[in-house]
């Protein structure tokens, strides 16, 4: 049984009710056309979509991407900056905390229409703040609509890839998409979603009967696996890698690239070795030209304070995955720019 409790408004509700500012709308159209370049190859700069686990509050998340717009001044020749604003948060077992979408204050219970709000509010104000449009993950393809016109970066989860709608929904969408491999990690799963995601399709999404043309930005994140016993099994090694160029090459599918993820179950959570995993990666892209060509980028976990905490007490601190801090995390950027 479904107890209805509070209307939400439709998207376009939001939206005319809350707009992006014309001076804003220019800078975000910029980001996405620096993201596409890479994807597509016109551009040899790397792409770095860095910031918490998940946006929990809005004072911290702001300070944090204001100092990312800052550090992006000196490594935008070389590097393309995206923070990380992730609002919707997926549950192994389906309870906890679930994003700023579903709970705007992570100490009381869901208030979903203050969380769209919120939301809205706060990818608004951290393109003024930063000259950055943000990247989110899309949990529930319905929500993507409310955050379409601000989001320059969009990633389908581990536990999502396989979906339908997921793949549908990405095939719509005019902003690059990151699939991540599922956690099983199997690779022709990944590719069979990024070929989803780049063919037309027709299908059923909030009321309509909609068509899309599919999207040739969709392309591969790979962030680790799980066997049956929950053990991670990285994948951003070079041979592994080298199996995945090897598949994009043999799929045809469009505009072949790979992103690393260097946590989740690559790093198996140790938030510290998201440093040694992307010098490595970057050492291999060194030394093959067919990997460097291929991998064009990294996902990062990072806040204002490293590690985590169960309750959002400490100021700028994840209260779900751990994290890098600002420290290790300007230097792990200078690093790679330095490298590129």
Not at 2 to 20: S, V
Not at 289 to 296: L, Q, R, S
Request: net charge neutral; hydrophobic share 35%; aromatic share 6%.
């Amino acid at each position: 049984m479904f107890e209805k409790q509070i209307r939400i408004p439709e998207p376009e509700e939001i939206k005319a009710q809350m707009p992006l500012p014309e001076k804003l709308k220019a800078v975000k159209a910029a980001r996405d056309i620096a993201i596409s370049d890479v994807i597509t190859g016109k551009s040899d700069k790397l792409i770095i979509i860095v910031g918490p686990c998940s946006a929990h509050a809005e004072k911290p998340v702001l300070d944090y991407v204001e100092r990312l717009g800052k550090l992006n001044e000196k490594v935008k020749d070389k590097l393309v900056l995206v923070p990380r604003i992730y609002t919707n948060k997926p549950r192994t077992k389906g309870v906890g905390y679930k994003g700023m979408f579903s709970q705007p204050d992570p100490n009381k219970s869901e208030d979903i229409l203050k969380g769209i709000r919120t939301i809205r509010d706060l990818n608004i104000k951290a393109i003024d703040v930063s000259g950055l449009a943000a990247a989110d993950e899309m949990l529930y393809p319905a929500n993507y609509a409310y955050l379409d016109d601000l989001l320059s970066y969009v990633a389908v989860g581990a536990r999502s890839s396989e979906n339908q709608l997921h793949r549908l929904t990405a095939s719509g969408m005019d902003v690059a998409v990151g699939i991540k491999n599922p956690m099983s990690g199997s690779i022709l799963v990944l590719l069979n979603s990024i070929y989803a995601a780049q063919s037309g399709q027709t299908f059923k999404l909030n009321g309509w009967q909609v068509k899309t043309d599919g999207n040739p930005l969709s392309h591969a994140i790979l962030r680790g696996a799980v066997d049956g016993y929950g053990n991670d099994i990285p994948n951003f090694h070079y041979e592994t890698v080298m199996q995945v160029i090897e598949g994009y090459a043999k799929s045809g599918l469009k505009n072949p690239a790979i992103i690393i993820d260097a946590n989740h179950s690559n790093s198996g959570k140790k938030f510290k070795q998201q440093i040694r995993i992307t010098e490595e990666v970057m050492n291999n892209r060194l030394y093959d030209k067919d990997f460097k060509a291929n991998v064009k980028g990294f996902m990062i976990e990072s806040f204002i304070e490293e590690g985590n905490q169960p309750e959002d007490k400490v100021y700028g601190k994840s209260i779900t995955d751990p994290c890098l801090g600002w420290c290790d995390t300007e230097r792990l950027i200078l690093d790679i720019a330095n490298k590129v």
